[in-house]
């Protein structure tokens, strides 16, 4: 886990492109591509090299479309694959229209992938020390690393603020609730385990970053006890745009964080695991966004937490999560060594707050 983009793309593109390498090989010995044909391509190198980079561009553009509610995650992906295969056989056979188009599409997408991770990269070595940071995830729960990555931006980038958004219900899941592929099987100590039906694509994975789930109010609340234990209120921003995720997703946050700050520079907090990377992702084609990646290398993990493992989280935040997995109907929660009082009603492991 480097928590670089460039890396990550570098190491995707010299496993894809051994592979591609391999397969026209063969098919190029066996005698179902000329060898006259694929020569006008740069040859069997300059053929891998081409069709890995625009393979991995389909793949990007596919996920880039799905991210703005533009059709199926895997269906575009598969697509975008089919697409380049067809190129790339008519290219390699002599067809001069489809060789444009490969030799266009590759060094094109080759170009926009690694020019914009190496931006990404850049930009989180040269930053303006000023700014609002924002720091988006599923925070399922938010934990002590969490805490630590807001502190640590706060102080070495002199952040005005962070603002801490969590994700509603992700937009995968929406669309395999509507389908009927997935459900929401039953609740464990407050979490919602969803599971997938008879008719869920097989090879689809619903659940990368696992099935068990707190209520998006639910982790709202944890985060701001968390936030408030810690001392944090007055620099960190707990928000929860519920329409705005719902239709655009972080998109639509940034933007609206965006409008109300213009000219602030926007620092974004991610880990190095899947779903921060993904955040990364997100932050980069959302504009000129400066990455605070952070390396976890402390065993602090939203999984443990689910896992039963203690001391990882605030103590308020570890007061409301055993009350929850007891399925208390009134949630009590003190704050730090005060005898001040959080007030909860728990919804059937949604947190409402009580007056």
Request: glycine content about 12%; proline content about 3%; charged content about 15%.
């Amino acid at each position: 886990m480097t928590a670089r983009i460039s890396v990550g793309r570098l190491a995707r593109f010299a496993a894809q492109f051994a592979f591609n390498w391999a397969g026209l090989a063969v098919l190029v010995q066996g005698g179902a591509i000329r060898a006259e044909g694929i020569a006008t391509v740069g040859g069997l190198l300059g053929a891998a090299v081409i069709t890995t980079l625009a393979s991995q561009g389909a793949q990007y553009f596919g996920v880039f479309l799905f991210q703005r509610r533009i059709g199926d995650y895997y269906l575009n992906v598969l697509i975008g694959l089919s697409a380049n295969v067809m190129v790339t056989a008519l290219a390699t056979a002599g067809l001069s229209v489809a060789r444009e188009v490969f030799l266009v599409s590759g060094i094109g997408f080759g170009i926009v992938i690694f020019g914009l991770g190496l931006l990404s990269d850049l930009r989180s070595h040269f930053f303006p020390r000023r700014g609002i940071g924002i720091f988006f995830g599923t925070f399922n729960p938010f934990h002590n690393s969490h805490l630590e990555l807001i502190r640590r931006a706060l102080d070495e980038r002199r952040l005005e603020k962070v603002i801490v958004h969590p994700t509603g219900v992700p937009w995968l899941h929406v669309r395999a609730l509507n389908r009927g592929e997935i459900r929401v099987a039953c609740q464990e100590n407050g979490f919602q385990i969803y599971e997938t039906t008879d008719r869920a694509d097989i090879h689809a994975d619903y659940f990368p970053t696992g099935n068990a789930f707190l209520a998006p109010e639910t982790r709202w609340h944890l985060i701001r006890l968390a936030v408030e234990e810690a001392g944090l209120s007055d620099r960190v921003e707990v928000a929860y745009m519920a329409d705005t995720y719902a239709e655009k997703g972080f998109f639509g946050v940034v933007a609206k964080i965006r409008r109300a700050h213009p000219g602030v520079p926007l620092h974004g907090l991610h880990g190095s695991d899947a779903g921060g990377m993904h955040a990364r992702l997100i932050m980069d084609e959302c504009g000129w966004i400066y990455p605070i990646p952070f390396l976890r290398r402390n065993g602090v993990s939203a999984t443990a937490i689910r896992e039963g493992q203690k001391g990882l989280t605030a103590t308020a935040v570890a007061q409301a999560l055993e009350q929850i997995a007891a399925g208390a109907g009134e949630i009590q929660v003190q704050i730090g060594p005060s005898e001040d009082l959080r007030k909860y009603q728990n919804q059937g492991g949604s947190l409402v707050p009580l007056v």
